[in-house]
C-alpha cells in the first residue's frame, strides 16, 4: 500500500467536492441529465437517506415515493442489509476465482426459487437488462427459432437484445439494425397467435403489470396466451424486474393469475437491497441443460462480476428481511389503502380520469376536463407537448410538499408511484395530503402551478 493510497479519505473528498456534484455530471457524464434537473426544479441537494426518507442540508425531510425506480424495495439503508454486506467484506472470501464453486450463489439460488417452485436454476448476472438478455438468449437457443414476441409499450431493458423487445419507440430511435422480433398490442390474443403460426417464434417476453403506464393485460390474457404458447413450443418468459420482489402484493406478480407458470423469469432491482447490482434469470431444468449441454459449453453464457459474494449477500438478506418483516403483505395492505383513497378522488377533480395497479405500483392518469376554463388550459399544454400536465403535478409535488414522484413515460399523463415497500399509513396520508393540495391549486385555475405549466409549454416549442 502506497502513502497515496493510505491518505485517501472518501469522507474528506466528499466535504471538499460534494458541492461540485452538478457541475462534475454536466462536465463529465450525461451533460442533459443536470440540464433536465435545473429545468423542473428537481436539482436537490440530499444529504443523507434512511428507509423511505432523504434529508437535505438544511435537515428537511423528502417522501420517496420513486424508490431508485423501484431498486430500493426495502427502502434506503436496511440495518440487517448493511450488516450482512460488512460481514461479507469482513470475511474476505475467495471471491470470483473463476474455478470453484462458492456457497452464497447456490444459497440464494435455492432461496430465491422457494418463490417459484415449477422452476429449478438461476442464472446470476448483473441488472435487469442482463436479466432479460439471458432469457432471450436461453429462449431462442433451447427452441431453436430466432423471433421472440413482445408487446407495444412494453419496456426490458437497454442493450441492444433487450432494446429489441423494447415496446417504446424513444428509446429505439437511431440504434437500429436490432433483432427481428415483433411487437402485439398488450392483451391482443389473436395477434399473438397469427404470429405464433408462422413457426419461429422462441417466446413471448411479457411484464404482468406494463411500468410504462402502469397498464396490465385483461383477465386472463396471460394465462390463454401461455397455452398458446406451449401449444407452438414456444416459451413465456416473464420480465418481473419491476413487479417482483413483492411490488405488486405477490411476491411475483405472475401469481396474481391463478395457473401461471413461466418458462423463465427475470428479476433484479428490489434483490440488490439498493447497494450491488444484481440480476436473475430463473428458469425450467431443461432449458438450463440445453444451454449448458457439455462441458465444452460451460462458459457459453456467463458474467464477470455475476455472482459475486457482495450481490449475493445482499440478495440473501433482502429475502431474509422480507419474510420477517411481512414485506409483501405490507406491500399489498399499504397499497390497497393508497389506491383506494387516490380512487375516491376521482369524483372530485376532473382532471383526475383513473387510478389503477396492483400492491405498491400504481398509475395515476389525468384526462381531459368538462369545464370550459380548465380545457382551455389542458388544450394549450397537450397542444405543445402531451405529457406536461403530469409533470405540472410532479415538479410542486417536489418543490411545495418534498414527495418526489415520477412521470410514467414520455408523453403519458400518468404518474407511478413505486414507493419503498416498507411504507405504512403515515406515509399514504402524506402524500395524499400533498397530492390534493396540488389537484386543488390545479383546479384552481391560475397560480403558481399554471405558471409553471407555460414555462414547460414554452420549453417544448423551443426544443421542436
Not at 425531510?61 to 436496511?78: C, E, P
Not at 422452476?119 to 432469457?135: H, I, K, P, Q, W
Not at 407458470?261 to 427475470?266: A, R
Request: charge should be negative; charged fraction near 25%; aromatic fraction near 8%.
Amino acid at each position: 500500500m502506497t502513502d497515496e493510497t493510505r491518505d485517501f479519505d472518501l469522507a474528506r473528498l466528499l466535504a471538499e467536492r460534494g458541492g461540485e456534484r452538478y457541475d462534475l455530471h454536466a462536465r463529465y457524464l450525461n451533460h442533459q441529465l443536470p440540464r433536465m434537473l435545473h429545468t423542473i426544479g428537481f436539482d436537490k441537494i440530499y444529504e443523507r437517506a434512511e428507509g423511505a426518507y432523504f434529508w437535505d442540508a438544511d435537515g428537511q425531510d423528502y417522501l420517496d415515493m420513486l424508490a431508485g425506480f423501484g431498486v430500493m424495495g426495502l427502502g434506503r439503508h436496511h440495518p440487517v442489509v448493511r450488516k450482512a454486506l460488512h460481514d461479507v467484506l469482513d470475511a474476505s472470501l475467495a471471491d470470483l476465482t473463476r474455478f470453484d464453486c462458492q456457497p452464497l450463489p447456490g444459497l440464494l439460488a435455492e432461496k430465491l426459487l422457494s418463490y417459484a417452485p415449477h422452476l429449478d436454476r438461476v442464472f446470476f448476472g448483473n441488472s435487469g437488462t442482463e436479466a432479460v438478455e439471458t432469457a432471450l438468449k436461453f429462449a431462442r437457443y433451447a427452441t431453436g427459432r430466432p423471433r421472440i414476441l413482445y408487446c407495444a409499450h412494453a419496456f426490458h431493458g437497454l442493450t441492444v437484445g433487450s432494446l429489441s423487445v423494447n415496446g417504446e419507440g424513444g428509446f429505439r430511435d437511431g440504434f437500429a439494425p436490432l433483432l427481428p422480433d415483433t411487437a402485439i398490442p398488450l392483451g391482443d390474443l389473436d395477434a399473438l397467435e397469427r404470429e405464433l403460426e408462422r413457426g419461429d417464434v422462441a417466446g413471448f417476453v411479457v411484464e404482468p403489470i406494463q411500468g410504462k403506464g402502469v397498464l396490465e393485460p385483461p383477465a386472463g390474457f396471460l394465462r390463454t396466451a401461455q397455452d398458446l404458447l406451449r401449444r407452438h413450443k414456444a416459451l413465456l418468459i416473464a420480465d418481473e424486474v419491476q413487479t417482483g420482489m413483492g411490488r405488486t402484493g405477490e411476491f411475483f406478480a405472475y401469481q396474481h393469475e391463478t395457473g401461471l407458470e413461466p418458462d423463465l423469469v427475470c428479476v433484479a432491482k428490489a434483490l440488490s437491497g439498493g447497494y450491488v447490482p444484481v440480476g436473475a434469470t430463473l428458469g425450467k431444468d431443461w432449458i438450463f441443460k440445453k444451454v449448458y449441454s457439455s462441458m465444452d459449453r460451460v462458459l457459453v453464457h456467463s458474467a464477470s462480476f455475476g455472482s459475486n459474494a457482495q450481490a449475493m449477500a445482499a440478495g440473501l438478506a433482502v429475502l431474509a428481511v422480507m419474510e420477517d418483516e411481512q414485506v409483501v403483505a405490507n406491500a399489498r395492505q399499504t397499497g390497497d389503502l393508497l389506491r383506494t383513497r387516490l380512487a375516491a378522488l376521482v369524483e372530485k377533480y376532473e382532471l383526475l380520469h383513473e387510478v389503477r395497479g396492483r400492491g405498491l405500483m400504481i398509475g395515476i392518469e389525468f384526462g381531459r376536463p368538462k369545464s370550459l376554463g380548465l380545457r382551455s388550459r389542458w388544450t394549450m399544454l397537450q397542444a405543445a407537448r402531451k405529457g406536461l400536465f403530469a409533470q405540472m403535478v410532479v415538479a410542486p409535488l417536489l418543490q411545495r410538499h418534498r414527495v418526489l414522484t415520477q412521470v410514467s413515460g414520455d408523453r403519458l399523463e400518468v404518474i407511478k408511484l413505486i414507493p419503498p415497500l416498507i411504507i405504512g399509513e403515515r406515509e399514504v396520508d402524506r402524500f395524499l395530503d400533498a397530492f390534493t393540495a396540488v389537484m386543488d391549486d390545479a383546479h384552481g385555475g391560475g397560480g403558481l402551478m399554471w405558471e409553471f405549466g407555460r414555462t414547460l409549454v414554452k420549453q417544448a416549442v423551443a426544443g421542436r
